[in-house]
């Protein structure tokens, strides 16, 4: 289950959803699980490190639609470090608790990923570094974006009218150069 919960589609629902309740939230937080989606596709290709060879999941006896679901959600695709599960969903929890700032969400921010966490290496989908870089790579993209989205630093303010538009520019030449699964989709959902 709290290998499901990772899956950047998940946050990317979810995210999706808060866009309807809190337009500016939502974004913001749609924002940051692709851009941080976006890093871990760069990252993963980048340095090539494979996965663990012996998965545990069986999927003998079990109906198509939920082998579907498995294969899609929690059969890891790629490169392993740094592990997206991981990644994704310490950057969704830390950033909605740093939006939010209530002590449920900080909890959350904490507990959820490191469950995703182990369960990817409880699967064998990942190992222990895997995991913890690709916490510490989430973590750090939410303390950004906190930073880049709250203007929190007076002189930031001029800086984001300039930095955000070259960002995403260089995200679009990125993803016209490289050929890394699913890194078009992302740049253009980032794009939009």
Known sequence: MFSIIGDELVYVAISSMIVLIRRELGIRLLSLVLISSFLNILLKYWLGIPRPNTYLVNLDGLPDIIKNVINMLVIGKGPSLPSGHAQISSTFWLSLALSTRGALTYTCALVIPILTSYSRVAL???????????????????????????????????????LK????????????????????????LLIV
């Open 124 to 162: 064998r989908m990942h190992s222990e570094v895997d995991v913890v870089i690709g916490m510490l790579v989430g973590y750090t993209v939410s303390l950004v974006g906190h930073i880049m989205f709250t203007k929190t630093v007076k002189y930031l303010g001029r800086v984001n009218m300039y």
């Open 165 to 188: 538009p070259t960002l995403l520019l260089i995200t679009f030449i990125l993803s016209q150069l490289l050929t890394y699964p699913d890194i078009h989709l992302i740049a253009g």
